[in-house]
């Protein structure tokens, strides 16, 4: 919480922004805030523009699975009912001012993400001829695509008490199989503009 802020990109650079506002409202004008910061959130009904839905959906339908540079980049993953019940409680017993970390201690690169989606995918869903795997291709990295994200956690369990409770494994095998089960709502998102922008950010591609 007491680390200071160092975006490198201007999508990371405006949400930096957003919380030194709420910061200065507070500490000006008595604005009574609680900040939470988040790690990479998973589950149900995410957006499909994001890797974890990315990755399942596309090897379903027996498309590329698109990997950034050489996929060693590491993010901490959350699944979203831990979030949300961690949102509950900064809101119940939060000290005003403050700020909370809010993360799952699991720790991966995304290319161990996508081995594990398609290692699930071959157990629950197995195809003809090979392994998902064989769909992984490697793209050029994203401008200003940082190296680690890492959250300590510490201070909200200490204070307040949340911990997780699911682990990367249990939690992505549920999101795995929630794909599996719910097609038409994965297929209604896809219909619409959505499609533009993965073609946007992933066709033409060099491979890297």
């Known amino acids: 919480e007491t680390t200071a802020y160092a975006p490198n990109s201007p999508y990371s650079a405006s949400k930096a922004a957003s919380d030194h506002l709420v910061r200065a409202y507070h500490h000006t004008y008595g604005m009574p805030v609680l900040t ?58 939060g000290r005003v001012g403050e700020t909370y970390n809010v993360g799952g201690w ?54 307040l008490g949340w911990k997780p409770a699911e682990t990367f494994d249990t939690g992505l095998r549920k999101t795995v199989e929630w794909y599996l089960a719910n097609d038409a709502w994965v297929a209604q998102v896809q219909s619409g503009d959505y499609m533009k922008w993965v073609d946007l950010q992933y066709s033409n591609k060099e491979q890297a």
């Not at 720790?107 to 064989?134: F, W």
């Not at 990295?141 to 994200?149: A, E, I, L, N, V």
């Open 106 to 159: 699991n720790e991966q690169t995304n290319l161990s993400v996508v081995h594990t989606i398609c290692d699930l995918l071959d157990e629950l869903q197995p195809k003809a001829n090979g392994s998902y795997r064989d769909q992984i291709k490697h793209i050029t990295d994203r401008p200003g695509h940082d190296r680690r994200y890492a959250i300590d956690a510490r201070k909200i369990e200490r204070e």
């Open 36 to 93: 939470t910061n988040c790690s990479n959130n998973y589950g149900a009904y995410h957006f499909p523009e994001k890797l974890i839905p990315l990755i399942i959906t596309n090897a379903r339908a027996g498309k590329d699975l698109p990997v950034y540079g050489d996929g060693q980049q590491v993010r901490d993953w959350l699944y979203v009912t831990d979030h949300c019940a961690a949102i509950r409680r900064v809101l119940e017993s």
